[in-house]
Every structure is written in C-alpha cells, then in structure tokens.
C-alpha cells in the first residue's frame, strides 16, 4: 500500500480511504488513483487489511450443502447483501459432515469474522464449538437451529406443513409422510408437525416405511427408498407430502420408472406434494405442488440480525419464524 500510495503520489490514509469507499474521497484524486490501478495491475490483500483492523468487514457463512438449491440461493443473496453493505462474505460448507463444520468454524475464528451466519447440522453439530464462536462473535443461526437458545431465523414449520397437510386431506385421500434423511432439526420439527396437523384432523398419522439414514443425497436416498417400497407393497395411501422438494424429487422419478402416473385425476396412481418451492420443482414432471419458503427473505432477515447484534450484543436473542405459503401445481 505505501509503495502503491508513492506511485500514485498521495498518502497512504488517503489511498486506504479510497479502498474503503471510493465515493469518499475527491473525483479528481478517484481518477488519479483509478489510473494507476490500472498501469499497475495493484490490488490490496483485504484478507490482510481485514486482519489488520481490530474489527473486520468479513461475514461467515456456513452451509451444510453448497449443491442443494435452497443454500446456494441463501448463499448468493447474503453475498450480494453483504458486499452492498460493504462487508466481504465468505461461504463456506460442513458438507453434511461434523469434522467439516468443525474445520469452516475454526477457518472463520481465525479470519476474525465480525461476524457470522451459520445453518447447523443439528444433532451432529459441534456444540460446544459454535456456543464457544458465539460469545466471541455475533452469531445467527438460520434454516435448521442449534437449539432452543440464540438467535434464529427459518421457516415457521408449524404453519407450513399444516397448510400443505390440510390442503391435502381437503382435495383428495390424507398423505402418507415420506422423511427426509436424519440430517438437521428440520427433520425433526416438520415430523412433528405432520403428526400435530393429522391429529386436529381427528386423522391417524400415516408414515412410508424407510429405512433410517444419515445421507445429504436426498435425492438418490429417497429415491431409492420409494423404488423398495413400490416393489414391497406400496405405501398406505396414494398421497404422499414428502417432507421436502429434493425428497419429492426422488419419489417422482422412483415412480415414473414403476411406470406410476401421478397427478390430480382418476387415471392417476399416486399424488405427490413437497416443501420448500425450490427452482426445479416448477419443471418437474408434472410440476410439483410444495410449500414456498421465502428464502430470501430469510436471508435479508438474518442478515439485518447480524448486523443488528454486530452493533448491539443484547440483540442476540431473536428468534424469527417466517410463513410459508401454498403453490398450487399439477402433482397434487
């Protein structure tokens, strides 16, 4: 940078003033600075920079999956909200695996994040890890919570199934729940509320008969599982609410290759219903009926809690559930 600020011919503080925010110093001494930047070819090292301050302009963010469509549409809106506000984000992934996490959490201690968003494992997480991360730095769970403790923001699973259960007993036979794979607390509370919504519906609660797993590849799990069950007897009824639309996704293609036709209709075999409104299940075959998460919104939402708790500690108890809502489509 002192070299750099020689070259261009102004101090360092005023050469750093323009690398912090261009708009802040004058138009003539930008295009001076610009000019050289581009004979040079110089660029600071803003992991340096950052490290150098006593708080820095990095966000964490840790996702259990990068390929899933949900997290990489989290990930890109939270990287483009970050850099607006002029923080870097660094994405990271656990990759479904407790020793990844553990290693994405050390990264971002080290990197001395100002502070982090994180979706958790759930059951495998590293605890004791991240409680110890979150009285150093703000910390804002999303998707899946660790626990019952600090600030979260994720779908208000209660609602959400309710409303693609009680849609489904109103148009048609009650579904049968087909889970997902045990990964995050999400499988366990969108479980639970299928169970609380059949039972306001005076309805026994219906299950697929899987076989227990731990596997992030929902698709290829739940396929596989729904082409075992098909050839074993079948499920208990023809409808069937998949506890998410990566899970549906491999139910349907199980059945198209049974030779099933599902869909709304008398000559249909089955129908079949997601959760989450993912970017795919529009072009499914048919098209998927599901539950939107808004997950943008829950990115902005996290976000501003960040920041939020990054100017103010005792921000750091919030808890935000978001409605889901009903997208009507030709599988159910």
């Not at 994180?118 to 991360?133: D, N, V, W, Y």
């Not at 075999?269 to 409104?277: I, K, M, P, S, T």
């Amino acid at each position: 940078m002192e070299e750099f600020a020689r070259a261009v011919g102004l101090s360092r503080p005023t050469v750093s003033k323009f690398f912090q925010d261009p708009a802040s110093v004058r138009p003539k001494t930008r295009a001076r600075i610009e000019t050289v930047l581009k004979q040079s070819g110089f660029r600071p090292n803003i992991f340096a920079v950052n490290l150098n301050r006593r708080r820095t302009k990095i966000i964490g963010l840790i996702v259990p999956d990068p390929s899933d469509p949900f997290y990489a549409t989290l990930a890109q809106l939270i990287e483009t909200e970050a850099t607006a506000a002029g923080y870097l984000a660094l994405v990271l992934s656990s990759n479904g695996r407790p020793d990844f996490e553990a290693r994405a959490i050390e990264t971002i201690t080290a990197l001395n994040v100002a502070g982090a968003i994180i979706a958790p494992l759930g059951e495998t997480s590293q605890h004791a890890r991240l409680k110890a991360l979150a009285r150093d730095v703000p910390l804002i769970f999303i998707d899946s919570p660790l626990d019952n403790e600090g600030p979260f923001v994720g779908t208000n699973n209660q609602q959400s199934i309710a409303l693609i259960t009680e849609y489904l007993c109103r148009s048609g036979e009650p579904p049968t729940y087909f889970d997902t794979p045990k990964t995050n607390n999400n499988q366990i509370d969108r479980r639970n509320a299928y169970i609380a919504a059949m039972e306001r519906l005076d309805l026994e609660p219906r299950f697929a008969d899987q076989v227990p797993s731990s596997d992030w590849n929902f698709e290829r799990a739940s396929f596989d599982e729904a082409a075992r069950i098909l050839r074993g007897g079948g499920f208990p009824t023809r409808t069937l609410l998949c506890a998410n639309d990566r899970v549906a996704f491999g139910v349907l293609a199980a059945m198209y290759q049974a030779g099933m036709k599902v869909g709304f209709g008398q000559d249909c075999d089955f129908r079949v219903a997601g959760h989450d409104n993912q970017r795919l299940s529009a072009y499914t075959c048919p098209p998927l009926t599901t539950v939107s998460q808004n997950c943008d919104e829950m990115g902005r939402v996290a976000l501003r809690m960040l920041f939020d708790c990054m100017d103010d500690p005792a921000e750091r108890k919030e808890r935000i559930l978001l409605d889901g809502a009903l997208v009507l489509r030709k599988s159910a």
